[in-house]
C-alpha cells in the first residue's frame, strides 16, 4: 500500500517511543537495542519504543524513562490506554538485540541485546500480551520501518553471515 498523503515520518533515536494514528511513518536503527512494535488493525493506531536496556539499575522513578525495557513497554501501553484501547487489541511484534561484540568471548562480557530481548518477552508476557512476530538477536544491526496505516513492518538486518542467523519467529499474522 503506498503511503497516504501528508503522511509524516518519525525517527526513534535510543530511549524514544512514539505512539500514533494512521498518518505516520516510525523508523529506527537497532543494536543491541530492541524495538517494540505495537498495532491496532481495525483502528490502525500503533506506537513503536526503542529502548537499550532491561531496566534501571536504582529504581527512584520520577518519570518513565523510555531508555529501559520496562519503562518503555509501561509508556506504550499508557498511550494505548489514553487512546481509549485495550493492550490485548493490538498485535505486538519485536525486533533486535542484536550482538554488536560478536569477536569477544561470551564469559568476557555480556550480551546486552540477548538480555534485551529477553527482559522484552517477559515484560509482555506479564502484560498478557502475545508476541505475534520477532526478528531478534544475531550480529549486527537493524533498519525497522513501520507503517502506521496498515500495520507493515519493513526490517533490514547488515549482519556478517558466518555468525550465523538471528532467532526468526512468526507466530501468526
Same mark, same amino acid.
Given at each position: 500500500?503506498?503511503?497516504?498523503?501528508?503522511?509524516?515520518?518519525?525517527?526513534? @533515536?535510543?530511549?524514544?517511543?512514539?505512539?500514533?494514528?494512521?498518518?505516520?511513518?516510525?523508523?529506527?536503527?537497532?543494536?543491541?537495542?530492541?524495538?517494540?512494535?505495537?498495532?491496532?488493525?481495525?483502528?490502525?493506531?500503533?506506537?513503536?519504543?526503542?529502548?537499550?536496556?532491561?531496566?534501571?539499575?536504582? @529504581? @527512584?522513578?520520577?518519570? &518513565?524513562?523510555?531508555?529501559?525495557?520496562?519503562?518503555?513497554?509501561? &509508556? &506504550?501501553?499508557?498511550?494505548?490506554?489514553?487512546?481509549? +484501547?485495550?493492550?490485548?487489541?493490538?498485535?505486538?511484534?519485536?525486533?533486535?538485540?542484536?550482538?554488536?561484540?560478536?569477536?569477544?568471548?561470551?564469559?568476557?562480557?555480556?550480551?546486552?541485546? @540477548?538480555?534485551?530481548?529477553?527482559?522484552?518477552?517477559?515484560? &509482555?508476557?506479564?502484560?498478557?500480551?502475545?508476541?505475534?512476530?520477532?526478528?531478534?538477536?544475531?550480529?549486527?544491526?537493524?533498519?525497522?520501518?513501520?507503517?502506521?496505516?496498515?500495520?507493515?513492518? +519493513?526490517?533490514?538486518?547488515?549482519?556478517?553471515?558466518?555468525?550465523?542467523?538471528?532467532?526468526?519467529?512468526?507466530?501468526?499474522?
Amino acid at each position: 500500500m503506498h503511503p497516504p498523503r501528508g503522511f509524516i515520518e518519525i525517527f526513534l @533515536q535510543p530511549g524514544d517511543w512514539y505512539f500514533a494514528d494512521e498518518l505516520t511513518r516510525i523508523r529506527t536503527i537497532l543494536g543491541s537495542c530492541v524495538s517494540i512494535v505495537m498495532w491496532h488493525p481495525r483502528l490502525h493506531l500503533g506506537g513503536m519504543c526503542h529502548y537499550m536496556l532491561p531496566t534501571r539499575k536504582h @529504581q @527512584q522513578v520520577h518519570e &518513565l524513562d523510555g531508555r529501559y525495557a520496562d519503562e518503555a513497554i509501561a &509508556l &506504550l501501553i499508557d498511550s494505548i490506554k489514553e487512546a481509549g +484501547t485495550s493492550p490485548k487489541e493490538y498485535t505486538v511484534r519485536m525486533f533486535g538485540g542484536g550482538d554488536m561484540f560478536p569477536h569477544l568471548e561470551k564469559h568476557k562480557i555480556s550480551n546486552v541485546g @540477548q538480555n534485551n530481548v529477553i527482559a522484552g518477552r517477559k515484560l &509482555l508476557a506479564a502484560h498478557g500480551l502475545k508476541i505475534t512476530d520477532e526478528h531478534v538477536e544475531g550480529a549486527g544491526h537493524r533498519n525497522v520501518s513501520f507503517d502506521v496505516w496498515d500495520g507493515n513492518v +519493513t526490517m533490514k538486518q547488515s549482519m556478517r553471515m558466518e555468525l550465523g542467523p538471528p532467532r526468526v519467529r512468526s507466530l501468526s499474522k
